[in-house]
């Protein structure tokens, strides 16, 4: 268990609607990364927050949105659905940790959310 | 473009033996490499994560091996168990982490 939950657990929504998917971080950690996980690849990098900002983006539209609260938990909105938007969507959180060989910020992932689009 | 290719796809070995993964990255800029254990349709489970400079990181039964003149990685796992069948990615970066497809290993008694 790594502390990091997520809800719903799965979801079935049409095209063309909006979803809203949430992430409460493993306490103690200030940084939020959203991933997609397609079935049979490697999680893809939506976007990631870091103390209520967004923290850098991957190649997702913009119809893919997010916010970070103060208490670190997120949220995952994405408007007008469309087929392929269905996957599996992972939250990692994370605290930046300096050591004598560099920098590292060892994500710890959630569940994930199951999210099918008819 | 960054990337990571991981090989193979997919491997089967008898409960007991070992096995090696390979993971080839580019990516830019690049701090970190990690590597995760994930079971289907569950999140993935932190094994190691290296920086640049270092070049070996073991985890219980798991040590990862790194190369960053080569820009290559791999995933040492000993003694296999049942318990280690799942789908183990690698990734490389820092805060944008990029994966690889993954290699899916099935361990049979």
């Known amino acids: 268990e790594t502390g990091v939950t997520q809800s719903p657990t799965h979801l079935i929504k049409t095209r063309g609607q909006q979803v809203t998917l949430r992430c409460s971080s493993q306490?103690?950690?200030?940084?939020v990364s959203w991933y997609q996980q397609a079935l049979g690849q490697g999680p893809q990098f939506i976007f990631q927050?870091?103390?209520?900002?967004?923290?850098g983006r991957g190649n997702f539209p913009p119809r893919f949105s997010g916010l970070q609260f103060p208490n670190y938990s997120s949220e995952l909105n994405v408007n007008a659905l469309e087929l392929d938007d269905s996957a599996l969507y992972l939250c990692a959180s994370s605290l930046r940790v300096t050591r004598t060989s560099g920098v590292t910020d060892t994500q710890y992932f959630g569940p994930g959310t199951r999210l099918t689009v008819l | 473009k960054n990337q990571v290719e991981q090989s193979p796809q997919s491997l089967i070995i008898l409960e007991g033996k070992n096995c090696t993964l390979q993971?080839?990255?580019?990516?830019?800029?690049?701090?970190?490499l990690r590597w995760y254990k994930q079971d289907t349709g569950r999140g993935p489970v932190s094994l190691t994560i290296m920086t640049f400079s270092e070049n070996t990181k073991s985890n219980g039964r798991y040590t990862a091996t790194l190369d960053a003149d080569t820009k290559q990685s791999s995933l040492h796992i000993t003694a296999s168990q049942l318990s280690d069948s799942a789908s183990y990615i690698c990734?490389?970066?820092?805060?944008?982490?990029?994966f690889g497809t993954g290699t899916k290993l099935q361990v049979i008694p």
């Open positions: 990734g490389g970066g820092y805060q944008k982490v990029t």
């Open positions: 927050y870091y103390r209520e900002e967004e923290n």
């Open positions: 993971c080839n990255y580019t990516v830019s800029p690049f701090s970190n």
């Open positions: 306490s103690g950690h200030n940084t």
